[in-house]
Each structure stands twice: as C-alpha cells, then as structure tokens.
C-alpha cells in the first residue's frame, strides 16, 4: 500500500465509524443526492474555515508590530485539517485513491498542456510567416455524430432533436460525462491528411465547439483521445465562437483555411477565413446545404482542399 492509499484508507475508517455511530448511515456513497448535496456543502464549509485558519498562523497584518515568528507547526495542522474534510468530501461522492490519483494527473496534465499552448499562441504574432490550418474535432477528425446516433433509431441529430428534445439532452449529458469521447473512432484519411498539413509546414489548430468550461473532464479525455490515437496537432482550444476566438488571438494572415462541419460555424468563419465545410449528414440531411454561403466551398474529402 502506497502512502496515498494510506491516506485514503485512514480518513475512510474514521469518516464510516463517524457516519456509522452519529449518523445511522452504513454506506455514505449510497446516502440519497440530497444528502450527499447537503455533506459536500458541511465539508467544503468546514474545509474553507480551516484554510481561513492557515492565514491566522501566518501573522500577516502589516500593521501589527509582533514578531513574525510563524508557528510553522500550527500552520500545517491547520492545513492537514482542511485537507482531511476534502477528504470526506472525496469519499462521499465514492472517490478513492485510484479514482483521486488518475483525476489529479488528468488535471495537471491539462494545465501544464493549455499553459504551454496559450504560451506559444501569445508568440504566434510576431511570426507572420506562419501556416495555420484551423480543424474542427468532432465529424472532422472523429466520428462523433455516428457514435451519439448509435442505439437510437434516428438517422440524424438534427430529427434525434426535434422529435424527442428530453431524451437527446439526457443522451448528449451521458455522452460528455460518461468518458465515451475517449474511445472515438477517427474517421478514414485522417492520419495522411494531418501528416501532408506537417508536411508541408502548416500548424494544425484543433478548435471545437465542445463545452470544457461546462464539462470539465471533456479537456482531459479529449488529450486522452488524441495521444491514444496518434493524432498530430500543434494547438488545442475549446470555443463555441470560433470566429472570435481565432480573430482575438492570431493574425487574420496567419489562417490558411478552416475546416468544419456544422453550417452555422461555416458560415460565420467564412466572413473571415476561407472556410471548408465536410458536410456531416449524420448531424443534418442533404436539404440543409442551401443555408450555406456562398464563399464557403463544400468538399467531400480532405483532398479537396487547396493547400
């Protein structure tokens, strides 16, 4: 047993015997959701006075003419006591060490990742020579729209929405926090496609739609996806305005052409850009390409596009 697991393990027997003998519950992860809502708010409460507590032992008002002899001591246990009700916290909700380690390196990985990135996106400025080749993920590098449909008896998102709006919210809510999106097909000629782009010096910009400041762990499974499959970029960010984001942070120059799959974004890049839209008729029927503008060039595969 690792000293992580022993953490865990201690703080587990203690938070049992407590709920147990004071509360008449054997099995916190089973408490209902009312109760697991009404525990988180007493831990994160409790957590964050004992936090409050750290800054008393740091003796920190200027104005305070005392010697500034912090009991180094005092300010840990004060630490170790807000991290043992994050700890209770954890183990209401049925985390355990593994599931804890796992998410912690998921999350310093996609901090250490989007500080590199942003980095390097600031620079991006300063190089007017830059090749930029703006991608969507979903129906572009990876067959989203045909996973999402599988097990339903719709042939398109589009008629999945309009005939049954209540349970193509729950499928998409299970579909982003399930983990699904780990496991994605890439869709066929990708690879050679990505490899020609780096080829012939572009730097690949994967720009989706997908909602990471609403999902959190949609960042994390989507580096998982993209390692686990090889897949070649330079650059990773989540928007839903695409257009602007692209607009607030490189050179309009830089952009060689986008590419995507839904029409309501190709319409609003092509305004800027030139824009490919690799029509997904898994996300919409055929009748819907006469929403898209002119300037936007309709391809059937990727070796349709000018590079």
């Known amino acids: 047993m690792n000293e992580l697991e022993e953490i865990f393990k201690v703080q587990k ?11 008449n519950v054997d099995d916190v992860t089973k408490m209902s959701i009312d109760d697991k809502i009404k525990w988180s708010k007493e831990f994160i409460f409790s957590s964050s006075k004992e936090l409050y507590e750290m800054i008393d032992e740091l003796q920190w008002k200027k104005h305070r003419f005392i ?47 989007r500080y590199n990135q942003e980095k390097k996106l600031k620079e991006l400025k300063s190089k007017k020579d830059i090749k930029l080749a703006v991608l969507d993920i979903d129906g572009i590098i990876c067959s989203h729209s045909v996973e ?34 780990r496991n994605l097909p890439v869709k066929p000629y990708v690879y050679n496609f990505l ?12 720009l989706s739609a997908r909602p990471y400041e609403k999902f959190i762990r949609i960042y994390a499974d989507t580096l998982y996806w993209l390692e686990n499959n090889d897949i070649k970029y330079d650059f990773l960010f989540f928007n839903k305005n695409k257009e602007q984001f692209i607009i607030d ?59």
């Open 67 to 113: 010697c500034k002899t912090n009991n180094i001591d005092n300010f840990l246990e004060e630490g170790i006591d807000a991290f043992k009700f994050l700890l209770n916290l954890f183990l209401v909700h049925g985390c355990d060490s593994t599931a804890f380690f796992q998410k912690f390196v998921d999350k310093s990985k996609v901090v250490d990742i």
């Open 13 to 23: 027997e203690f938070n049992d015997k407590y709920f147990r003998e004071q509360q």
């Open 148 to 181: 999402f449909l599988r097990g339903t008896t719709y042939n398109t998102i589009y008629e999945f929405k309009n005939d049954d709006i209540n349970l193509y919210n729950e499928k998409k809510y299970s579909f982003r926090v399930s983990g699904i999106k």
């Open 249 to 307: 942070n490189v050179l309009p120059e830089q952009v060689k052409f986008c590419v995507d799959d839904g029409i309501d974004n190709v319409n609003k890049l092509s305004l800027y850009f030139k824009t490919y839209l690799l029509p997904n008729y898994y996300l919409y029927d055929k009748r819907e390409l006469f929403k898209v503008k002119n300037d936007v060039q309709i391809i059937d595969t990727f070796n349709n596009i000018q590079l």
């Open 195 to 206: 490899q020609t782009l780096k080829n012939k010096g572009y730097l690949i910009l994967l």
